[in-house]
């Protein structure tokens, strides 16, 4: 039977040649990428391969979600930019050795930051970011997918592009490895088309000697993928107040950062594989692996939604794909470095924008006529963002906190009153929309306090208090009422809203009240 139960997860079953040739793909993709992260920091190869040999297993083992890969990431390589460039400042002196120790023990600091917040449940608060956030997150990701790999066609060497035969060559090998993506798995998916793709091109290029550009290329001088199991380390930096103040605000960053990538790519695996992950349990992975990657030679990482995409789009669905993908990585280090140095970089950009073209939402584009023009806005500006700055995190942020404002405004333009008089010429004032923040200068504006009855009834049957904000708006009103000597009742409040009053009676002076006239919970303030 070709379906068996996965040693790591009894709750499923899975396919076990699926999982294999699906890390063995993944493998293959993380390679180019994982160097390329290094090179961002100033780092040699091996940090970056070391370190995504250490996320990919640990997260693989512990992760919140089957199938999701981690490794070295961009994002997490910007941030030790900025710490590098301090240190040089604080310490003139400083050595690229030492400066390793400093990275080793800022990405330490950051995994006891994420087991943190995976012990405090943090996790569940992902579930914040909106759905046009997610839209503008997965476009703008997909779009520095596609546009990462046009380095990869330049000459060696230099910052000019391909130009006349060599530029032919590997665009059709590029093109041909796309289309193998995409019609072999028309024809049969017995084997992911993505290994298949990578494994025939590089046969082409092999073969044939086809001169084109390698991952060898683009390697610095002297530079090698070679390596050994990833020697242990124990961060060589005095322990002392200043170094951890130096260190504590990037750790932080790196933990914030690497979270919020983490445990949006958990969110758009479940939307494809339509199976919940655990995102406190996800916190905790992270946080693990990127301790032991500061104490075994890595620059630390997170969840790296390229390549997980590649591994669910060829069939994973368990933990193994990942542990497979980790080894074959270090196999590739210890003892195939120079048969993965001659890999066609072509076979590799092919992927890579296959997978970019299939993150990229294409439907959202359907969406732009249906949704409220401020979702399509949100969308926009987080696509920009992330394309521009290449900040996931930020981008998102940013997101969640435009989308917070325009709920609020949307909200804040809902409160309205019905007015009436009773036949006991009492002055009714019913409520209808939440009172906050928003909302409170709305409310202030329909009370005709000079020209109202002796008796006036704030209903809030179709309302809320939701915050201080409204308390205050509302004390001001009634307080309004009480200077010329009329009553106000409060009706309708539900059993929050009375407690919030009640923990607000250190700043305002309204007593909560059984009105006989009304049988109602009421306020009223007293002469």
């Given amino acids: ?39 961002i920091a100033g780092f040699s190869p091996l940090t970056g391969l070391y370190a995504a040999f250490v996320m990919g297993l640990v997260t693989a083992i512990l992760g919140g979600k089957p199938g999701m890969i981690s490794g070295a990431t961009g994002a997490v390589a910007v941030v030790f930019v900025g710490l590098i460039i301090e240190l040089r400042s604080v310490f003139p002196e400083i050595t690229n050795e030492t400066i390793l120790q400093y990275v080793f023990a800022t990405v330490i600091m950051a995994g006891l930051i994420q087991i943190l917040a995976g012990i405090l449940r943090l996790g569940k608060f992902i579930r914040l970011v909106p759905q046009p956030v997610m839209f503008g997150f997965v476009n703008g990701l997909a779009i520095i997918i596609f546009t990462a790999q046009f380095h990869n066609f330049h000459q060696k060497g230099t910052q000019d592009y391909l130009t006349g035969t060599p530029l032919y060559v590997m665009l059709g090998l590029t093109i041909l490895t796309m289309g193998i993506i995409w019609v072999l798995p028309k024809i049969s998916k017995a084997i ?11 046969a082409l290029v092999l073969g044939f000697g086809i001169d084109t550009t390698t991952v060898a290329d ?22 002392n ?68 995409l590649i591994n ?57 006529k249906k949704m409220p023009i401020s979702d399509v806005v949100i969308m926009v500006i987080v696509t920009v963002i992330t394309v ?14 435009v989308s917070a404002l325009a709920y609020a405004w949307e909200n ?83 059993s929050d809203c009375v407690q919030l009053l009640k923990n607000a009676e250190a700043i305002i002076e309204v007593n909560i009240l059984e009105d006989p006239t009304y049988k109602l919970v009421a306020d009223e303030i007293e002469g």
């Fill in 241 to 308: 107040w200043t170094n951890l103040m130096l260190i504590l605000p990037y750790a932080g960053i790196i933990a914030g950062v690497g979270l919020i990538e983490s445990l949006l790519t958990l969110n758009l695996l479940e939307e494809i594989t339509d199976k919940r992950g655990n995102s406190n349990k996800e916190c905790i992975a992270q946080g693990t692996a990127n301790i032991a990657s500061g104490f075994f030679s890595g620059m630390g990482g997170c969840a790296m939604i390229g390549q997980s």
């Fill in 1 to 39: 039977m070709n379906k068996v139960f996965n040693l790591f997860d009894l709750s499923q079953k899975v396919n076990y040649k699926t999982e294999v040739l699906s890390g063995l793909t993944v493998a293959l993709a993380l390679v180019p990428e994982a160097i390329a992260f290094a090179m």
């Fill in 388 to 401: 521009i700055t290449h900040n996931l995190a930020v981008a998102v942020l940013v997101g969640v906190i």
């Fill in 412 to 494: 804040a333009k809902r409160i309205r009153a019905r007015k009436f008089t009773d036949e006991a010429g009492v002055k009714h004032y019913e409520i209808y929309g939440p009172l906050f923040f928003g909302s409170v200068k709305g409310f202030s504006e329909k009370f005709d306090v000079s020209n109202d009855p002796q008796e006036v009834v704030i209903d809030f049957k179709e309302s809320r208090i939701a915050d201080m904000s409204a308390i205050d708006s509302l004390n001001s009103i009634t307080n309004r009422y009480h200077k010329i000597g009329k009553k106000v009742y409060l009706r309708h409040l539900s």
């Fill in 312 to 368: 669910t789009s060829a069939g994973a669905r368990a933990r193994l794909s990942g542990i497979v993908a980790s080894v074959m990585l270090l196999v590739f280090i210890m003892f195939g470095s120079s048969l993965i140095e001659r890999l066609p970089m072509s076979a590799l950009v092919g992927l890579m924008f296959m997978i970019a073209i299939g993150t990229f939402e294409w439907a959202s584009f359907k969406t732009f």
């Fill in 218 to 239: 683009t390697l610095k001088e002297g530079q090698t993928i070679e390596g050994v199991f990833p020697p242990h380390t124990l961060p060589q930096i005095p322990l």
């Fill in 192 to 202: 992911p088309a993505a290994l298949v793709a990578v494994i025939i091109v590089s």
